[in-house]
């Protein structure tokens, strides 16, 4: 059955706090003052600052001295004092103050309809609130302001945040006339604003006007203010939503400092960042700290708020989410099965959060592979989805998506057809038919046709999505990689070969072109993650399309050329930051290098992380704005002599096989998760390998070797056996303990060795680019039929991948001397300190056990004479004196330091 790719929408609480103004509105009394004579002088000492024409209304900050009132010069941002003699309160009329009270019962109103949800009816009694008191107090008045902004937030709330930015932008400009640019109440106004923006598209402006924001406040209101501090906080996570998580992490960290110092460990807020901190970790793939502060956060909160609070149930979601990154489902599922039970019972069984614990609680379940409880779940959720958030809410679409994809693993098609067509007529409805979200919906539906048979129905969905896809992302875009990934399995169900082969070679070039900038910005558990989750289904699907089709010359050498250029990519991308940190000691260029990383950091979190459908179109507008940044700096860089992008291009297989010489071949293995394509099914792995000769020595091989876990049994019988021999020779004798040793290893080499000398020829040089535990296998070692040992028949060499064969052997010059490791003091501690040396074991051997037995490992003495043995040879070699590093000189931060070296010697133990 098809495994179940249920949506992850909850991708941990990281909310930016958007001001709510107070629920009952101040008396206007006090507050403004009208001007009752000709000309009132704004002064600052015997200085006249500005002179007011009768009938303006002033706000009043202060009174000092009971007779000077402290205005701000109107159209400045200075301020003065006049006289009370020359001003009179704004005193409303009884009418008009019954309509004051009248419009702060509105606003209560409206309160109490976003208590229940009901954002409609907010806006409309906000709506009427602000015309009775534009009608007391004219247009420009705080308290209008205050309900402007109230307005704002609900209409961004519904989605509608096109005209909550226009009435922001009003309520700002109001504040700004009145109390000025450097008021609090101003800056909760620029606080507010910073928020709609990026919702709009703005992003980028939205981060800088942040930015812009938070000097101010510096300047004005202090580092360390509460307010100063909560924008530091929502920057932080505006960085985040933008991808760079690297700007974003010491920001936190920052806030979450101050906000100790000046706010206590416990308080709320300290806790939010705290808790935001552990979303950023888990962002970054580093789940265990992002464990430990979620844990920590949790405890907090259950002590200072209360294990009911709201804040605590969002920590304890965060904190399954963790543990689910994990793999500790259960644990997980424990988690959020309490936190729903408090949950319905502080916020109801209708609250949005309680719905989307309970749709988090229904992946959990299928996870776990309880299917019929999921399914119940899913349709429990979606019913008061439905009804709560409405029938073309975001979540209500995303709850019906998982509940078809469940149902489809459940073998239920018409049903889930039925959903996707659901899902895809709202999306048409309200996106319109050229948007990502309807191109999804034509994917998902796609996939249930096609799991039904329709194949023809199904590839019409497919091509609809990917032109869409292509129009509105554009042809760049990681989205389009699974499209073209669904076409040509597609094609393949429909019997058309070649229309697969030619369609699955352009996803393989668009992967491997996106892959080269992305991998080396991330980093190693989000790499591991990409190409696990990402890419990893999309290669073996190919990859598999090849051993399905091993017979096809044509089909076989494409496989080969697709397997090329995408194994060993994560080690290429770890060069590559590594040449890059090594380029120039220039400032300058370290910086913008560094500039640049940060860019692709951005880019590649930003093209892995799926939105929901209202965020399409600024996360569209995110990629193209730093593809169009990071381009024009590689350019500039390029510009410099920079190597950015080497070693990424594509490299066709027919200059792989002209490389080879004609005694030669390349052995090159995969672990391959086995895919069915007739029942879309995925079954254990096998080793497979592809056998590449020259090019005038036959066509491309591929030989599948069987099942991968028996094998993997195999290689741990052969190492034991290995590990043993030592002991054996000196209990059995010589033949007697080969013998013993040979018994696992010919086993071995029956499923692994015999049947690629089968197929490899004449050739007597086996260049071998293993996988997985295959690396560990002592090749050279195994016995072949004839009792003989590989070695003894043929020349063996290894490489990450065969790449490595068509590295451009440019001269290289170099200032390093070779060098030598040998004998290193595996006891030695990095502390002044160290221990005596452990007494050396004369008839230690080079280990080949597992890490596990790492804990007290022996001496190689021998690896030292070896060392002073071939030191005269590479000096004539390389016409340069090597430098030796024994016993406690032969250390990992040495080997660290070098820099290209032209020879370098490790004697070290195996494993």
């Given at each position: 059955?098809?495994?179940?790719?249920?949506?992850?929408?909850?991708?941990?609480?990281?909310?930016?706090?958007?001001?709510?103004?107070?629920?009952?509105?101040?008396?206007?009394?006090?507050?403004?003052?009208?001007?009752?004579?000709?000309?009132?002088?704004?002064?600052?000492?015997?200085?006249?600052?500005?002179?007011?024409?009768?009938?303006?209304?002033?706000?009043?900050?202060?009174?000092?001295?009971?007779?000077?009132?402290?205005?701000?010069?109107?159209?400045?941002?200075?301020?003065?004092?006049?006289?009370?003699?020359?001003?009179?309160?704004?005193?409303?009329?009884?009418?008009?103050?019954?309509?004051?009270?009248?419009?702060?019962?509105?606003?209560?109103?409206?309160?109490?309809?976003?208590?229940?949800?009901?954002?409609?009816?907010?806006?409309?009694?906000?709506?009427?609130?602000?015309?009775?008191?534009?009608?007391?107090?004219?247009?420009?008045?705080?308290?209008?302001?205050?309900?402007?902004?109230?307005?704002?937030?609900?209409?961004?709330?519904?989605?509608?945040?096109?005209?909550?930015?226009?009435?922001?932008?009003?309520?700002?400009?109001?504040?700004?006339?009145?109390?000025?640019?450097?008021?609090?109440?101003?800056?909760?106004?620029?606080?507010?604003?910073?928020?709609?923006?990026?919702?709009?598209?703005?992003?980028?402006?939205?981060?800088?006007?942040?930015?812009?924001?938070?000097?101010?406040?510096?300047?004005?209101?202090?580092?360390?203010?509460?307010?100063?501090?909560?924008?530091?906080?929502?920057?932080?996570?505006?960085?985040?939503?933008?991808?760079?998580?690297?700007?974003?992490?010491?920001?936190?960290?920052?806030?979450?400092?101050?906000?100790?110092?000046?706010?206590?460990?416990?308080?709320?807020?300290?806790?939010?960042?705290?808790?935001?901190?552990?979303?950023?970790?888990?962002?970054?793939?580093?789940?265990?700290?992002?464990?430990?502060?979620?844990?920590?956060?949790?405890?907090?909160?259950?002590?200072?708020?209360?294990?009911?609070?709201?804040?605590?149930?969002?920590?304890?979601?965060?904190?399954?989410?963790?543990?689910?990154?994990?793999?500790?489902?259960?644990?997980?599922?424990?988690?959020?099965?309490?936190?729903?039970?408090?949950?319905?019972?502080?916020?109801?069984?209708?609250?949005?959060?309680?719905?989307?614990?309970?749709?988090?609680?229904?992946?959990?379940?299928?996870?776990?592979?309880?299917?019929?409880?999921?399914?119940?779940?899913?349709?429990?959720?979606?019913?008061?989805?439905?009804?709560?958030?409405?029938?073309?809410?975001?979540?209500?679409?995303?709850?019906?998506?998982?509940?078809?994809?469940?149902?489809?693993?459940?073998?239920?098609?018409?049903?889930?057809?039925?959903?996707?067509?659901?899902?895809?007529?709202?999306?048409?409805?309200?996106?319109?038919?050229?948007?990502?979200?309807?191109?999804?919906?034509?994917?998902?539906?796609?996939?249930?046709?096609?799991?039904?048979?329709?194949?023809?129905?199904?590839?019409?969905?497919?091509?609809?999505?990917?032109?869409?896809?292509?129009?509105?992302?554009?042809?760049?875009?990681?989205?389009?990689?699974?499209?073209?990934?669904?076409?040509?399995?597609?094609?393949?169900?429909?019997?058309?070969?070649?229309?697969?082969?030619?369609?699955?070679?352009?996803?393989?070039?668009?992967?491997?072109?996106?892959?080269?900038?992305?991998?080396?910005?991330?980093?190693?558990?989000?790499?591991?993650?990409?190409?696990?989750?990402?890419?990893?289904?999309?290669?073996?699907?190919?990859?598999?399309?090849?051993?399905?089709?091993?017979?096809?010359?044509?089909?076989?050498?494409?496989?080969?050329?697709?397997?090329?250029?995408?194994?060993?990519?994560?080690?290429?991308?770890?060069?590559?930051?590594?040449?890059?940190?090594?380029?120039?000691?220039?400032?300058?260029?370290?910086?913008?290098?560094?500039?640049?990383?940060?860019?692709?950091?951005?880019?590649?979190?930003?093209?892995?992380?799926?939105?929901?459908?209202?965020?399409?179109?600024?996360?569209?507008?995110?990629?193209?704005?730093?593809?169009?940044?990071?381009?024009?700096?590689?350019?500039?860089?390029?510009?410099?002599?920079?190597?950015?992008?080497?070693?990424?291009?594509?490299?066709?297989?027919?200059?792989?096989?002209?490389?080879?010489?004609?005694?030669?071949?390349?052995?090159?293995?995969?672990?391959?998760?086995?895919?069915?394509?007739?029942?879309?099914?995925?079954?254990?792995?096998?080793?497979?390998?592809?056998?590449?000769?020259?090019?005038?020595?036959?066509?491309?091989?591929?030989?599948?070797?069987?099942?991968?876990?028996?094998?993997?049994?195999?290689?741990?019988?052969?190492?034991?056996?290995?590990?043993?021999?030592?002991?054996?020779?000196?209990?059995?004798?010589?033949?007697?303990?080969?013998?013993?040793?040979?018994?696992?290893?010919?086993?071995?080499?029956?499923?692994?060795?015999?049947?690629?000398?089968?197929?490899?020829?004449?050739?007597?040089?086996?260049?071998?680019?293993?996988?997985?535990?295959?690396?560990?296998?002592?090749?050279?070692?195994?016995?072949?039929?004839d009792e003989r040992y590989a070695l003894e028949e043929y020349e063996l060499s290894y490489v990450v991948s065969g790449r490595d064969l068509l590295k451009?052997?440019?001269?290289?010059?170099?200032?390093?001397?070779?060098?030598?490791?040998?004998?290193?003091?595996?006891?030695?501690?990095?502390?002044?300190?160290?221990?005596?040396?452990?007494?050396?074991?004369?008839?230690?051997?080079?280990?080949?056990?597992?890490?596990?037995?790492?804990?007290?490992?022996?001496?190689?003495?021998?690896?030292?004479?070896?060392?002073?043995?071939?030191?005269?040879?590479?000096?004539?070699?390389?016409?340069?004196?090597?430098?030796?590093?024994?016993?406690?000189?032969?250390?990992?931060?040495?080997?660290?330091?070098?820099?290209?070296?032209?020879?370098?010697?490790?004697?070290?133990?195996?494993?």
């Open positions: 059955m098809r495994s179940c790719e249920l949506v992850r929408w909850w991708n941990g609480m990281l909310a930016i706090v958007i001001l709510c103004w107070p629920s009952t509105l101040p008396a206007a009394d006090g507050f403004m003052v009208r001007v009752n004579v000709d000309q009132a002088s704004i002064k600052a000492g015997n200085e006249t600052l500005a002179s007011v024409p009768q009938g303006s209304r002033l706000w009043v900050f202060n009174v000092k001295d009971r007779q000077w009132l402290d205005v701000k010069v109107p159209e400045s941002e200075q301020h003065g004092y006049v006289h009370i003699s020359q001003v009179e309160p704004v005193v409303n009329s009884q009418a008009r103050q019954a309509q004051v009270k009248r419009a702060g019962q509105l606003f209560a109103e409206a309160e109490r309809f976003r208590a229940q949800h009901d954002l409609k009816s907010s806006i409309a009694a906000l709506r009427q609130c602000r015309t009775m008191l534009e009608q007391v107090y004219g247009t420009a008045h705080p308290e209008v302001a205050i309900v402007i902004e109230n307005i704002g937030n609900r209409l961004h709330e519904l989605g509608n945040s096109e005209e909550a930015e226009r009435l922001h932008q009003e309520a700002l400009a109001m504040r700004i006339a009145i109390l000025g640019q450097q008021h609090e109440d101003t800056f909760k106004s620029m606080i507010n604003l910073a928020v709609i923006l990026p919702a709009i598209g703005r992003w980028q402006e939205g981060l800088e006007f942040e930015q812009r924001t938070l000097k101010s406040m510096r300047q004005v209101l202090g580092e360390k203010d509460s307010l100063t501090l909560r924008v530091m906080d929502n920057l932080a996570v505006g960085l985040v939503d933008a991808g760079d998580l690297e700007g974003a992490e010491p920001m936190f960290t920052e806030v979450l400092a101050l906000r100790r110092e000046v706010l206590g460990d416990n308080h709320a807020d300290t806790l939010t960042t705290l808790d935001h901190l552990a979303v950023l970790k888990r962002r970054k793939g580093d789940y265990l700290s992002a464990r430990q502060l979620h844990e920590q956060a949790l405890e907090q909160r259950s002590q200072s708020l209360g294990e009911k609070n709201p804040a605590t149930l969002d920590s304890m979601v965060n904190l399954a989410l963790v543990l689910s990154d994990l793999g500790d489902k259960a644990a997980a599922l424990a988690m959020i099965e309490e936190e729903l039970t408090v949950r319905r019972e502080v916020q109801g069984d209708e609250h949005p959060s309680t719905l989307t614990s309970m749709g988090l609680l229904a992946v959990l379940l299928s996870d776990l592979g309880k299917l019929d409880a999921a399914k119940s779940l899913f349709e429990e959720t979606l019913a008061l989805d439905r009804k709560v958030l409405g029938p073309q809410a975001t979540a209500t679409l995303e709850t019906m998506n998982n509940l078809a994809n469940l149902l489809l693993t459940q073998g239920d098609y018409a049903e889930a057809q039925l959903l996707h067509e659901q899902v895809l007529a709202i999306n048409r409805e309200v996106h319109g038919e050229r948007h990502p979200s309807t191109a999804q919906s034509l994917i998902n539906l796609g996939n249930a046709l096609n799991l039904q048979g329709d194949f023809v129905a199904a590839k019409a969905k497919h091509q609809q999505a990917h032109a869409i896809r292509q129009e509105v992302l554009g042809k760049s875009h990681p989205q389009n990689l699974s499209t073209l990934s669904n076409l040509a399995m597609v094609d393949l169900r429909l019997g058309d070969i070649n229309s697969a082969v030619e369609t699955m070679d352009l996803l393989r070039h668009a992967t491997h072109e996106y892959t080269a900038k992305v991998l080396p910005a991330l980093s190693s558990p989000e790499q591991l993650q990409f190409l696990q989750n990402v890419d990893g289904p999309r290669l073996s699907r190919s990859l598999n399309m090849g051993r399905h089709h091993r017979d096809d010359p044509l089909i076989a050498m494409k496989s080969a050329e697709w397997l090329l250029n995408a194994k060993g990519v994560a080690q290429r991308a770890l060069s590559q930051r590594i040449r890059q940190a090594r380029t120039s000691d220039d400032p300058q260029l370290r910086e913008d290098l560094q500039r640049l990383n940060s860019l692709r950091s951005q880019l590649a979190r930003l093209s892995v992380t799926e939105v929901s459908a209202n965020q399409d179109a600024l996360h569209k507008q995110q990629i193209q704005e730093l593809t169009k940044q990071e381009a024009k700096l590689a350019r500039e860089l390029g510009q410099r002599g920079v190597r950015i992008d080497e070693d990424t291009e594509w490299e066709r297989i027919e200059g792989l096989r002209r490389r080879l010489p004609d005694d030669s071949v390349l052995i090159d293995i995969v672990r391959l998760p086995i895919h069915d394509p007739e029942k879309a099914e995925w079954q254990p792995a096998h080793y497979v390998a592809w056998i590449i000769a020259s090019t005038d020595q036959g066509d491309v091989q591929i030989v599948d070797l069987g099942d991968a876990s028996a094998v993997d049994e195999m290689v741990q019988a052969s190492r034991k056996a290995l590990n043993e021999g030592q002991e054996m020779l000196s209990r059995l004798g010589a033949d007697a303990a080969e013998e013993r040793v040979n018994t696992p290893l010919r086993t071995l080499a029956e499923h692994v060795l015999d049947p690629l000398l089968s197929v490899v020829g004449d050739a007597k040089k086996l260049i071998l680019s293993p996988d997985a535990s295959l690396w560990l296998v002592p090749w050279s070692a195994l016995p072949m039929q451009k052997t440019e001269p290289t010059v170099t200032s390093e001397s070779p060098v030598i490791f040998a004998d290193p003091n595996y006891d030695l501690t990095p502390t002044p300190e160290n221990s005596p040396a452990a007494t050396v074991n004369r008839s230690a051997t080079r280990f080949v056990g597992s890490f596990n037995d790492l804990t007290n490992v022996g001496r190689l003495p021998g690896t030292a004479k070896e060392a002073r043995a071939i030191s005269p040879f590479v000096q004539e070699y390389l016409d340069a004196t090597p430098v030796v590093h024994l016993e406690d000189e032969a250390r990992e931060e040495t080997f660290k330091q070098l820099d290209s070296p032209p020879l370098l010697v490790l004697s070290t133990h195996g494993f």
